[in-house]
């Protein structure tokens, strides 16, 4: 099929500089901070999305340069599918990280919850709500075990 | 900044054939059912995903060829930028819809809640899981209006 390209609209500054001292997940180290730099031509865009509480970041696994179906999952140690788990080893590898947002100035984001690699390209944001993204009874699948 | 470029992982089936029939989130109308084709490659990257009740989607808006920064909202009739709603129309199309799985059979995935055109292309699949993924005490911004 026909490739999709996609132009960072911004990046993503963290504190982490390497692969090793990322957090799993964002949400379990909050007291970590990144913020956001959306470049300038869009900074109109983030108009309205100040009262937010949270926000869906999307973002390019830029130092990922491969992947296997199959992976071995780094807390349980089992073999699972790619599609089954959040590894950034994916067949296209596109980072989705829910943060808090903290403030936000002129073209500026500031968040809580970093866990990506600081100079990450962002490719979109979404407005985290609880109307459509909040399953509080999803079934976590083989995560229960 | 370099352009990222991403080769779609398989094709969403739905009900839709145009933009004026589709859900406005598939959540809201679930008794709706969809059907997601992996291409034969993938395949085994579904391995694990079966125990999950909820999975994201991550596709192309395929048909949004332009956008605005500031875009009135549907339901509220409200100036928005476009990191502040859910619009199809965004600098990078990507698209986010949580989905309930309901069967898996080799490479195709059953679920209901589609709110996407048929044949649009899907970048990726993720596991929805409660410890990283919901926020009941989300504030949810301007949609409270």
């Known amino acids: 099929m026909e490739k999709v390209s996609f132009e960072p609209i911004g990046l993503i500054h963290t504190p982490f500089t390497g692969e090793k001292k990322l957090p799993r997940q964002g949400r379990f180290e909050p007291e970590k901070k990144g913020w956001v730099e959306v470049f300038p031509e869009f900074e109109k ?3 309205g999305l100040e009262g937010f509480s949270h926000a869906y970041l999307i973002f390019h696994f830029h130092r990922s340069k491969d992947y296997e179906l199959i992976q071995v999952t780094p807390r349980h140690h089992v073999e ?4 089954a788990i959040r590894s950034p080893r994916r067949p296209n590898p596109i980072g989705l990280t ?3 947002l903290e403030k936000i100035e002129n073209n500026r984001i500031y968040f809580s919850g970093p866990d990506m690699i600081d100079g ?7 407005p985290y709500t609880t109307e459509i993204d909040c399953y509080p009874d999803a079934d976590n699948g083989w995560l229960k075990m």
Chains 1, 2 share one sequence.
């Open 80 to 83: 699972k599918g790619v599609f």
């Open 98 to 100: 829910i943060v808090k």
């Open 45 to 47: 865009g983030l108009s």
């Open 120 to 126: 990450t390209p962002l490719l979109d944001i979404k």
